[in-house]
């Protein structure tokens, strides 16, 4: 069945250097939805960002990711950590053959330290 | 427009008692789905709704979980009879349905959640 991986359960940074939030997945379908999810403390998760097109980025909010095919891989990045990016990611997959069942990772709970 | 509606916000249930929660989605999305959330399996899909037909009962969940969608715009989660192991976020979500073919994908707004906690 579909799955979606996410290494890291924490990760802590200091401000200003950079992020990166690992997630690959599994599908035997060709031609996946990944999505990024965001939930900040005492909040409910809220769509980042979204992609299902090969080897193009996508930006949001300062955040960017790619998906690579080739890798299954839809890793989360930004070039400069800020505190108020501490929050939960969760990476999700759509196979599309499912109507909107999403399916999520474990998230990682990333933590940006002054 | 009001986005999703959970209440309660918090519960607090015995062992062995049955508790509902309830979710009102975005007016006019077609899609409803309850979510438990802990810190260590994340977001696990409980139930999911297509214009009330129910599309998806998470297996592990089935015994004890019960979904229902009375109309378009309510939903309950019955847990009957309740654990600790239970203890968890309930997070309802909603969308519009998607349109593959237009690669349009129907994003899910999340309610608050209802905090359930079993002693």
Redesign the interface.
């Known amino acids: 069945g579909d799955s979606v991986t996410q290494t890291e359960g924490l990760v802590t940074l200091t401000e200003g250097l950079p992020v990166m939030l690992n997630c690959t997945y599994q599908t035997i379908y060709s031609n996946p939805?990944l999505?990024w999810y965001v939930q900040h403390l005492n909040?409910?998760?809220?769509?980042l960002l979204?992609s299902?097109t090969d080897n193009k980025r996508t930006e949001h909010q300062g955040f960017h990711a790619t998906l690579h095919k080739s890798s299954s891989s839809f890793h989360l990045q930004k070039s400069s950590a800020q505190l108020s990016d501490s929050a939960l990611y969760?990476c999700a997959l759509?196979d599309?053959s499912?109507?909107?069942?999403?399916y999520?990772?474990?998230?990682t709970k990333l933590t940006v330290e002054p | 427009d009001a986005g999703v509606t959970q209440t309660p916000r918090h519960e607090v249930a015995e062992k062995g008692q049955t508790i509902i929660l309830k979710c009102e989605p975005v007016s006019g999305h077609n899609?409803l789905?309850w979510y438990r959330q802990t810190k260590?399996?994340?977001?696990?899909?409980l139930s999911?709704f297509?214009s009330k037909s129910l599309?998806?009962d998470g297996g592990a969940f089935k015994d004890r979980f019960k979904a229902e969608m009375l109309n378009s715009s309510f939903s309950t989660l019955k847990i009957q009879p309740t654990e600790p192991k239970d203890s968890a976020v309930y997070?309802c979500a909603s969308?519009l349905?998607?349109d593959?073919g237009g690669?349009n994908?129907?994003?899910?707004?999340?309610?608050?959640?209802t905090r359930l906690t079993v002693l």
């Open positions: 939805f999505f909040e409910s998760p809220r769509l979204k299902f969760y759509s599309r499912n109507y909107n069942v999403l999520f990772g474990t998230g | 899609d789905f260590i399996q994340g977001l696990e899909l999911y297509r599309m998806e997070l969308s349905a998607p593959w690669a994908y129907a994003e899910q707004f999340f309610g608050p959640g």
